[in-house]
């Protein structure tokens, strides 16, 4: 039975709907070798010298492309919504 008391997204309401813990990345890494990417998301802190990993994804190149491309046309999306997106 569902707790209405939690709000949307909160762990117990993502784990019934069979969705993962969302957590905030704002440093990303990127590394490849002949059959695989790797993605290291975590967070850089202004007073740490190094960001904090907590999630690394391993995935084949042609699923690497097919995130591009969903990035890409999220990206679009956004911007035709919102306006452009700064540089960062």
């Known amino acids: 039975m569902r707790d209405e008391g939690r709000m ?3 762990r ?4 019934e709907q069979g969705r993962g813990e969302g957590r905030y990345a704002n440093y990303f890494q990127v590394g490849h070798n002949a059959v695989e ?10 007073d740490s010298e190094q960001p904090h990993l ?3 994804i391993v995935t084949s190149p ?3 492309r097919a995130l591009l491309q969903t990035l890409r046309h ?9 306006g452009a ?4």
């Open 54 to 56: 907590h999630t690394r």
């Open 74 to 82: 999220s990206l679009a999306q956004y911007e035709e919504q919102f």
């Open 37 to 46: 990417f790797i993605f290291d998301f975590g967070q850089f802190f202004p």
């Open 62 to 64: 042609v699923y690497a």
């Open 12 to 15: 117990g309401d993502a784990q």
């Open 85 to 88: 997106i700064d540089e960062a």
């Open 8 to 10: 949307a997204g909160e």
